[in-house]
């Protein structure tokens, strides 16, 4: 199969599996390896070997979201909802300009002593600079891995 027509495939199913979330991994790769040759057994049995009869057989598999929900009834799971949270550069902004609105309010507020005002001010950026200090060689650490990780291709059975 040509890397064209196998990521036109990949992403057909990436849309499967992404809705297959109630279920454990192994079961998820077992539908969706058994989807895949099932899709190529029909794609090289139609004759032609084109980008149309592939997009036309996954047209008549059906839409993605059903060919899952339909799986999930069928073992017992659910489809979940996937949560949106707030962006993690958000809420580090945000705690970021707000942390300073607060100590303000503590250095101009007359209820806080000058003692608790440093005491207030210097916990949390020595907190922060512990904290810093401590992820660096885990940040060095995955740094190292990632470098040295080499995407290769994986052989499936169509492949072979």
């Known amino acids: 199969m040509e890397p064209k027509l196998r990521k036109i495939l990949n992403r057909y199913l990436g849309e499967i599996e992404a809705r297959l979330e109630g279920i454990s991994c192994a079961a998820r790769k077992e539908f969706i390896t058994e989807i895949r040759s099932h899709l190529v057994e029909k794609w090289e049995s139609s004759g032609e070997k084109t980008e149309e009869s592939l997009l036309q057989v996954i047209n008549d598999f059906g839409d993605p979201r059903e060919i899952a929900e339909d799986y999930l009834t069928k073992v017992g799971g659910e489809a979940r909802v996937r949560r949106t949270y707030p962006s993690t550069w958000l809420v580090l902004t945000l705690t970021a300009?707000?942390?300073?609105?607060?100590?303000?309010?503590?250095?101009?507020?007359?209820?806080?002593?000058?003692?608790?005002?440093?005491?207030?001010?210097?916990?949390?950026?020595?907190i922060f600079l512990l904290l810093l200090t401590s992820s660096l060689p885990a940040?060095?650490?995955?740094?190292?891995?990632?470098?040295?990780?080499?995407?290769?291709?994986?052989?499936?059975?169509?492949?072979r």
């Open 97 to 126: 300009l707000i942390w300073p609105v607060g100590i303000i309010l503590a250095w101009v507020s007359p209820a806080w002593k000058f003692r608790d005002k440093i005491i207030a001010t210097l916990i949390p950026i020595v």
């Open 139 to 159: 940040v060095r650490e995955v740094h190292k891995l990632t470098t040295q990780v080499q995407l290769q291709p994986i052989e499936t059975e169509v492949q």
